[in-house]
């Protein structure tokens, strides 16, 4: 069954560390892969996406995620974090035009 | 601000009560999208709305109905819910059904059923 799992549920870091939380995804055909941010008191954004081309793709705020389709992995990434990145990340995976499958997300808590 | 617009924002309801909750686009979109959101459960897609005609109902209890009155309103009517049905329920819309389209979620519906 296709399925998206974060592996991380909790992160709590300090300010200016790096961040990576991970992404993996069952699904052997072409997939279009996001990330979502959802702020506290916000409703969910999209944070970057990936459809072709250059694995390595730029979002906004810093973050970053590369696409390794041999590991089935999309893991986001931001070289240091700050307070206002406290949030939770959603992974999601489009497999077909009316299907898109999101992962259980991480909080991730940044302490000042 | 979101362009899409949900209410109400909190709703308490009773197991035999009859309530609604509407959402509204306001991005010209023709997709329009029902999610539940549990805790510690993954988003589930719920119902899925292309140009007013239902494409996707994804196993949902007829407990939950979804209606479409034109392309930039989706209800979604209660009736008879159970306590387990407690989630946020998030509204979304997108340009069209299409992979490559971002889809945009309202800030989400809080359900407690008592």
């Known amino acids: 069954a296709q399925s998206v799992s974060q592996h991380n549920h909790h992160v709590i870091l300090s300010e200016a560390a790096s961040l990576e939380l991970g992404c993996n995804y069952s699904?052997?055909?072409?997939?279009?892969l996001f990330w979502y941010v959802q702020y506290p008191g916000q409703h969910l954004q999209l944070l970057l996406k990936?459809?072709?081309?250059?694995?390595l793709v730029k979002g906004i705020k810093g973050f970053e995620a590369e696409f390794i389709k041999s590991k089935f992995s999309f893991n986001l990434r931001k070289p240091s974090v700050q307070w206002s990145d406290t949030a939770e990340y959603f992974c999601?995976?489009?497999?077909?035009?009316?299907?898109?499958?999101f992962g259980k997300g991480t909080r991730l808590h940044i302490l000042p | 601000e979101t362009g899409v617009t949900q209410t109400p924002r909190h709703l308490v309801m009773g197991m035999t009560n009859k309530k609604s909750l509407k959402c509204e686009q306001h991005?010209?979109?023709?997709?329009m999208y029902w999610y539940k959101q549990s805790a510690k459960k993954p988003l589930e897609l719920m119902f899925v709305?292309?140009?007013?005609?239902?494409?996707e109902n994804n196993s949902v209890p007829s407990r939950f109905s979804p209606e479409c009155p034109n392309s930039s309103l989706l209800n979604l009517h209660l009736h008879a819910l159970q306590p387990e049905d407690s989630a946020l329920y998030l509204c979304?819309?997108?340009?069209?059904?299409?992979?490559?389209?971002?889809?945009?979620f309202g800030e989400g519906s809080w359900l407690t059923v008592v």
């Open positions: 979304a819309s997108s340009l069209g059904l299409s992979t490559g389209n971002t889809i945009y």
């Open positions: 699904y052997g055909g072409t997939v279009n």
């Open positions: 990936y459809f072709s081309g250059d694995p």
């Open positions: 999601a995976v489009f497999v077909r035009d009316d299907k898109i499958i």
């Open positions: 991005l010209g979109h023709n997709a």
């Open positions: 709305y292309s140009l007013e005609e239902r494409v």
